[in-house]
């Protein structure tokens, strides 16, 4: 396949500049539009796996740099605003294949809000904060359930922020969980754990692209 090619490209939000960066398939299948967590950035190990790797199999990849992170502040804005900067990205973004809508953490809340009347043909939870660390009560289940669209959750095996049996079982509408063995929060392994970083984020990538291929590109 040929070589996936590179660029860059601001983009102006009510709250600030945001920042695109793509990496674009050759003959793309899909696009995928992923946003940052609310205490990192688009460097996090995982988009930056999906970005690595995904072109080459023919899936687009657009990481969006929320305002408040462009601006080098420490602490993520409001949710609604993480939110009209999903928007902005999208409408900048203009894709021509279907589009799935993730991130990770917050941004993966940001993906569910926004998932359906962006017309994503998918969403994509990498994290998803079920429940802030020891306060399972306070569940974020119904922004999952309220996605509107197949929807793929990539969850660490010790994530404080929600395991994976704490998710329900079944899951809510077309939902499907991908478990990262030995993974936290940022989908990190213990050094002498099981899997190496490498394998951890070989999982990601291959459960995204599997779940891309068979829920968004054979549906259409």
């Known amino acids: 396949m040929t070589t996936p090619t590179s660029d860059e490209r601001l983009v102006e939000t009510p709250y600030g500049e945001g920042r695109l960066v793509l990496r674009r398939a050759r003959k793309p299948l899909a696009t995928l539009l992923v946003s940052h967590g ?127 049996e704490e998710f329900p079982d079944p899951l809510p509408g077309r939902t499907d969980l991908a478990v990262v063995p030995g993974a936290d929060h940022g989908l990190a392994v213990p050094k002498r754990g099981a899997l190496t970083e490498t394998e951890a984020m070989g999982i990601v990538v291959e459960s995204t692209l599997e779940w891309i291929v068979r829920e968004v590109v054979g549906a259409r």
């Not at 569940?139 to 999952?144: H, N, P, T, V």
């Open 38 to 164: 609310a205490g990192g950035g688009i460097d996090a190990r995982d988009l930056e796996a999906l970005a690595a790797q995904l072109p080459g199999q023919g899936i687009t990849v657009a990481r969006f740099e929320q305002p408040w992170r462009r601006a080098g502040r420490k602490v993520a804005s409001a949710p609604a605003t993480l939110d009209v900067g999903l928007r902005a990205a999208a409408k900048a973004l203009r894709a021509r294949t279907p589009l799935v809508v993730g991130g990770r953490s917050a941004g993966a809340r940001s993906a569910c809000r926004t998932a359906e009347e962006l017309g994503a043909a998918g969403c994509l939870a990498l994290s998803f904060p079920l429940h802030p660390p020891g306060r399972p009560e306070r569940s974020r289940l119904d922004e999952l359930a309220g996605a509107g669209v197949p929807t793929l959750v990539v969850q660490g095996e010790r994530d404080p922020f929600g395991r994976p």
